[in-house]
């Protein structure tokens, strides 16, 4: 049975308590908020013989072949490698499934994550099964980035919102899905996950805090001139390059912020707040614009699983970084 998050009560009571449902549902949201959990809930509770409520009885033979993964009438459809697209033929035996007639005499019931998984091409040969399933189907699609998906999907389907929790449910949460760790370290992982509990558990077991520590101590040092760019890229190998743009954004972000405001408040993270200010206060606001438009286009083809050279990307990342205090 998929786990019921406090904070998606109300929306599940919503979801399920339709009266009748949808032929497709777009839950969209951020990453890590449990929408892969919510549609795993309302799948099990659409394919049961015997409902009790709201929710699956967990009982009747449905939800026993559902929970073994051997559901004749159930087809979950992910990339067939991690980060992969989505491909045409992937799409197509869906089709041939929403084709066929439920063999335990009920619906159908399709899952497909991450929608923006799709190309262009596995896209269009979903539409038509999207705007006219045959039989009793029910499409729930998920998606971290609706703004990628095409609008002719987004409007075949009843798009379904799930917003954050509020930090104190996702501190609650996290109190229990973490134990051991203190509540500082929790608060800082739920800010490096942009507030998603699920994300911020996830980083607590790749040791991000741990690699957090050793890249702002790096950054630290560069501006310091105790180390160089070279150096310094050829020793986060470990550091996901994704996560290394964030960072960076982020801290562009809240030196314009600093420059616009002067809001002590807004420094961010305790571990950067000094050097924000400082870089704030010697970097002319265009150089900062500029690093910032720089940072978010490579941002991008990082996103895109772009071929790039890796340390020489850092390197110049970290050249730009260096060279924001001062006239420009």
């Known amino acids: 049975m998929a786990e019921a998050y406090p904070w998606q009560e109300s929306l599940w009571q919503h979801l399920a308590g339709r009266p009748r449902h949808a032929h497709a549902y777009l839950l969209h949201g951020p990453a890590g908020i449990g929408k892969r959990a919510l549609a795993e809930r309302l799948m099990a509770r659409l394919l049961c013989q015997k409902p009790e409520g709201l929710d699956a009885c967990g009982q009747c033979?449905?939800?026993?072949?559902?929970?073994?993964?051997?559901?004749?009438?159930?087809?979950?459809?992910?990339?067939?490698?991690?980060?992969?697209?989505?491909?045409?033929?992937?799409?197509?035996?869906?089709?041939?499934?929403?084709?066929?007639?439920?063999?335990?005499?009920?619906?159908?019931?399709v899952l497909l994550e991450p929608a923006e998984a799709m190309n262009l091409n596995s896209a269009n040969a979903l539409l038509k099964s999207l705007e006219e399933p045959s039989g009793d189907t029910v499409l729930l699609l998920i998606s971290h980035q609706p703004s990628r998906l095409l609008p002719t999907i987004k409007s075949r389907c009843v798009q379904q919102a799930c917003p954050l929790p509020g930090e104190a449910d996702s501190l609650a949460w996290l109190a229990k899905a973490l134990p051991d760790a203190d509540e500082q370290v929790r608060r800082d992982l739920l800010v490096l996950a942009g507030g998603s509990p699920l994300t911020a558990q996830r980083l607590?077991?790749?040791a991000v805090l741990e690699q957090r520590a050793q890249v702002v101590d790096g950054v630290k040092k560069l501006i310091k001139q105790q180390v160089g760019a070279s150096q310094l890229a050829e020793g986060w190998n470990a550091v996901p390059l994704i996560l290394l743009f964030d960072w960076f954004c982020d801290w562009a972000q809240l030196m314009l912020r600093y420059q616009l405001t002067r809001d002590e408040e807004?420094?961010?993270?305790?571990?950067?707040?000094?050097?924000?200010?400082?870089?704030?206060?010697?970097?002319?606001?265009?150089?900062?614009?500029?690093?910032?438009?720089?940072?978010?286009?490579?941002?991008?083809?990082?996103?895109?699983?772009?071929?790039?050279?890796?340390?020489?990307?850092?390197?110049?990342?970290?050249?730009?970084?260096?060279?924001?205090?001062?006239?420009?």
């Open 61 to 109: 033979k449905s939800c026993y072949l559902l929970a073994a993964g051997t559901h004749p009438d159930n087809f979950v459809l992910e990339p067939e490698e991690a980060d992969k697209a989505i491909k045409v033929d992937q799409v197509r035996e869906l089709v041939e499934f929403v084709v066929q007639t439920a063999q335990l005499g009920g619906r159908k019931v």
């Open 204 to 206: 607590h077991g790749q």
């Open 266 to 328: 807004g420094l961010g993270m305790a571990d950067m707040r000094k050097v924000v200010r400082y870089l704030a206060d010697k970097a002319p606001q265009h150089k900062v614009l500029g690093f910032q438009d720089w940072l978010l286009q490579q941002r991008q083809k990082v996103l895109g699983k772009a071929n790039l050279n890796r340390v020489l990307l850092l390197e110049a990342l970290l050249v730009q970084w260096a060279s924001l205090p001062g006239p420009g």
